[in-house]
């Protein structure tokens, strides 16, 4: 009697997921000689086949312009030779950069003659959930590789002819080097139905690292069981306390909210101490009114300047990532830290003083990624820190927190070495 | 006209979980000195309160006896004057500890003279979920304290009289303190939906930790969305390769197998190079077999013994938590090493070889928390690692790994110091 044996529907996400288990074993026996060839190799082929790329890219742009997409968008869903340039370069980059996996980070000798090591290792599989821009592909897959790692890529529908080509141009890559080409795997379907399915991927996922807007972040966040590292985010603040010096008050102002409005480490907020708002707060409205930046401000911040949106508690809890701005009064250094532990997000958080005091107060009692004495949000960012790369900004508080380099791609293991232990 | 103003009806969850939030700030501030007088006095409670805490002990036993609750279990549940001699001395224990808040872990210049350091700061409010074992709910609040944390408990229905007078007496104690009673709060509405509730509450917890069994532990992880620091399940494996000595070998299985079987570091299943089991595999399982282990083996195995039932899928896969082993002949190390990544939980896996290249390959290519080279998989733990304190096991490879000590409970923070810095 035969049975009809039938076989299991085929399944991308978890074939693709299957493939990149697989693969993670392999990769955290490569050597980082073995890894750096193949980063090497890729950045190459990213210019030899730049025509490809950049083929399929204007299929994508010719669909989004289409479809309305905005300009913005469509800027950042833009290749070209410069682009695929910057790409080729920071794969190289990437090459030079120690790789953290086997580090030594302890070692001891237990009573019992028991020698311990812990190392790092390479965390396993990385899920990557991100929006449009197409160098995340790129981006991702060299972090990855670099630290022995697969990765599950899932970018956006919008840039699906882009990633395809990128990622066929990693594996042409890939085949040349010792590394397996599973280690680097895009899901094409881009349903929502599947990115839901990848959330909860456990079996295959070691972390999930979602990149793009606070909504993307927020849906993976609050449907994902497999671990998340948590990027973005950022209503960061600057405080001007009593004894700020003026000039240098307003250029870190100006510089967090204007040099790059749209990002997450821009400053959305500024508290002034009530006495430094009575001497110096037209000067600091008028230098932010002159870049284009729109006001919205508390009742006493309205008395200063004659245009000022009145701002409420939504404007305390937005971020702009824009040329707009909220301004509010405080009566001490401790009001501006309720405030900013109030509304904050976690990320990056600045006090412009020259009272000691109060600084290591707000250092102390701020709870934030990366708190700031006279210096300007904007330096929150992998590079600005010196680690040579970076996968996101991580605002949760557990495995890293802040600009994350290539060691949050890495976990540890515990290496026990005895002569017959038992107790 | 006037509007009638509803107040919401109150929340235990949520009303406990938005103090235990404003408390973990005050906490944040709390010095070490502080804290571990604390500490002091809760131990020092614990023994004025005993005939308290044991009439309210009593109850339970009573209810768990009348519900017909195992001896196993009512052991666990159980209070005596020595065990709460045995709370009140480890309280003292973690007083010495080194308290890891403040620390710091980098300290550099960039080019730009921006002064970066990385400190440890507490992680906030921590959210236990716990079963029967009332001695949790004092472990976790000193450990939690220690560190500068809140900790909101959930412990079980059973253990409810148990942990409400633990922690009256814990908040009767933190009154004659420094430190605010509302860092320690006992959900006492133990119902399964205020469970699901604490799962989702991200606004309010930094991390939630379940201690307990694997379908406790399942039931976190399938469904929070706070961060969870997994603990806990061990299918761990002992591998005795072919150059094993006979003697380590037999001693290190029985150890890892019979010392304390209900415990998740203990071993489940044998793997055995054929050539060791040819010359050795009858002493082996006479050994298990004297000390009462029921043996389940491959069909190999069944050849060296009369009483060893067959062993499938079900068993290699099986933490059996009690006196019983699986055990199966291997033709390498790499059969071994397949194996145990398969079945295994990612917790501690053992070698016994003589053979220097084997034990490097399974060290290196086992992807576990802790690698044993000739010694028990049961010195995975906190105590024994030297780390004098431990909230878990993490089985997972964010954060932390293997034992967790008091760094586990913390986070880290950037701070930069300027003078005037945007570029």
């Given at each position: ?16 997921a ?36 950049l ?86 897959s ?45 899901i ?24 793009g ?5 927020q ?30 008050a ?17 400053c ?7 006495e ?10 008028n ?66 003083s ?14 934030a ?28 508080k ?20 005895g ?5």
């Open positions: 009697m035969s049975q009809s044996v039938q076989a299991a529907p085929y399944n991308e996400l978890i074939n693709k299957e493939q990149a288990k697989s693969a993670a074993s392999v990769m955290a026996k490569m050597t980082t000689a073995q890894k750096n060839e193949a980063l090497r190799l890729i950045s190459a082929q990213l210019i030899e086949e730049q025509e490809f790329i083929s399929e890219n204007a299929k994508d742009l010719t669909s989004g312009k289409s479809n309305g997409m905005n300009d913005s968008l469509l800027d950042r869903l833009s290749l070209d030779e410069n682009r695929l340039k910057d790409m080729a370069n920071a794969l190289i980059q990437v090459t030079e950069l120690e790789d953290p996996v086997g580090e030594v980070l302890e070692k001891w000798q237990q009573p019992n003659e028991l020698g311990m090591t812990k190392i790092r290792v390479p965390l396993g599989v990385v899920g990557m959930i991100y929006e449009a821009r197409p160098n995340v592909t790129v981006d991702a060299s972090l990855c590789l670099k630290t022995g790692n697969a990765v599950v890529l899932r970018g956006s529908s919008t840039a699906i002819h882009s990633n395809k080509a990128l990622v066929q141009v990693i594996h042409n890559a890939l085949k040349k080097s010792d590394l397996p080409i599973e280690a680097v795997q895009l094409e379907d881009t349903s929502r139905e599947t990115a839901s399915e990848m959330f909860k991927l456990n079996d295959y996922l070691d972390v999930l690292i979602p990149r807007g606070a909504k993307l972040i849906t993976v966040v609050a449907n994902a069981t497999v671990p998340v590292l948590e990027t973005g985010a950022g209503n960061c603040h600057v405080y001007i306390d009593e004894t700020a010096d003026v000039e240098m307003v250029s870190i102002v100006i510089n967090a909210k204007t040099q790059r409005p749209s990002v997450c480490n821009s959305e907020s500024v508290l002034v101490h009530k430094w708002a009575a001497a110096h707060m037209p000067e600091l409205l230098a932010l009114q002159e870049k284009g930046v729109q006001l919205h401000g508390d009742e006493e911040t309205q008395k200063f300047h004659d245009n000022v949106f009145p701002a409420g508690e939504e404007d305390w809890a937005k971020e702009y990532l824009g040329l707009e701005i909220a301004v509010k009064v405080v009566e001490s250094v401790d009001e501006a830290i309720a405030h900013i532990n109030q509304y904050g997000t976690k990320h990056s958080e600045a006090i412009i020259a009272t000691n005091e109060n600084v290591e107060k707000f250092i102390m009692e701020i709870d990624a990366a708190v700031y004495h006279n210096a300007s949000t904007r330096f929150t960012d992998g590079f600005e820190f010196g680690f040579g790369a970076e996968i996101g900004i991580s605002t949760q557990l495995h890293a927190r802040g600009p994350m380099g290539l060691p949050a791609l890495t976990s540890t293991k515990y290496i026990i070495k002569n017959g232990q038992t107790k």
